[in-house]
């Protein structure tokens, strides 16, 4: 199952790759462009939440991925694999490190003839500039275990020529129009909300800023009056109760300082019998 060399795509050819050019044999693979048609999800941002369909470009037309989200990709070249070889696609080295991951597959069926459809996601950061006629994908060939010629046209384990693929099917983007959310697409959310805050903050702090002077006036007013009725209810209320206090304590001074009064001797009239004291009593001396 040896693979092709780069002198085998070109002896073959037209009848292996429409149109050919020999500047786009790398190596062992061969260059494919991109072509005129394409389709891609979006995150909303980019065509504003608008429905997305199949979209044919005009020459050199370029075109954007956004971050986190989908797209089928036709070739411009039309593929005719022979019966008795396979074929093996993946994209541009250059395309992968900025993110761009081929998930439609790795190989194409023997027999297959028509363009290629390629779906990748843009697993990376930053939006992926892709332009019509743009080198994209590579596709290297190689042969299969061997069979008598006509057994091998007629094998069932092959492609036909009716089975290629020359649009982007509608089947396969059915339900694939409305904006598909991300990673990127919600994070950028929230930095958005982040700095709409941010400003509304600002507006609410330079308003209070302006008002600033009568908020505090309003405050000293407020203090004022606060101490002012704290006074009064303190004088109404020792108005009330110093009279009383005072009273109480002339009275507690009285009862405390007061003494009882001593009995007076009263001296008798000279010659007065003295009368005499009641039974059971002795004389007083």
């Known amino acids: 199952m040896p693979f092709w060399r780069g002198e085998d795509i070109q002896k073959r050819g037209g009848a292996l790759i ?13 260059v494919l462009r991109m072509g005129a048609k ?15 369909a199949k979209t044919v470009l005009a020459p050199a037309e370029s075109f954007v991925i956004p971050p986190g989200q989908f797209a089928y ?8 694999v022979p019966h008795d070889a396979m074929a093996f696609i993946s994209m541009r080295t ?12 790795f190989h194409v069926d023997p027999g ?18 892709v332009s019509e006629d743009e080198r994209l994908f590579k596709i290297w060939f190689c042969d299969l275990t061997t069979l008598p010629v006509a057994e091998s046209e007629k094998s069932k384990f092959r492609k036909r020529p009716q089975d290629g693929i020359y649009d982007i099917d509608n089947r ?13 697409g919600l994070a950028e959310d929230i930095r958005a909300q982040q700095r709409s805050l941010a400003n509304l903050e600002s507006s609410v702090n ?23 009725l704290a006074v009064a209810a303190i004088v109404g209320i020792m108005g009330l109760v110093f009279p009383t206090a005072v009273h109480e304590g002339y009275a ?15 001296a008798k009239p000279p010659g007065q019998i003295p009368s005499k004291p009641p039974q059971g009593h002795a004389p007083t001396p």
């Open 94 to 105: 250059q395309l992968k490190f900025e993110g761009l991951i081929n998930v439609s597959g």
């Open 206 to 228: 330079a308003k209070f800023d302006a008002q600033r002077p009568t908020l505090d006036n309003l405050t000293t007013i407020y203090r004022t009056l606060t101490i002012s």
């Open 38 to 52: 394409y389709f891609g999800t979006s995150d909303g941002a980019i065509s504003d939440g608008k429905i997305q």
């Open 18 to 30: 429409e149109p050919f050019s020999d500047e786009q044999i790398d190596c062992n693979a061969y």
């Open 252 to 266: 507690l001074e009285a009862w405390l300082f007061s003494q009882p009064a001593s009995p007076k001797h009263v």
């Open 112 to 129: 297959y003839e028509g363009k290629l459809l390629y779906a990748v996601f843009n697993a990376g950061p930053s939006a992926i500039a």
């Open 73 to 80: 990709l036709l070739t411009k070249e039309t593929i005719k």
């Open 172 to 184: 396969l983007i059915h339900g694939m129009s409305p904006p598909i959310v991300s990673l990127q």
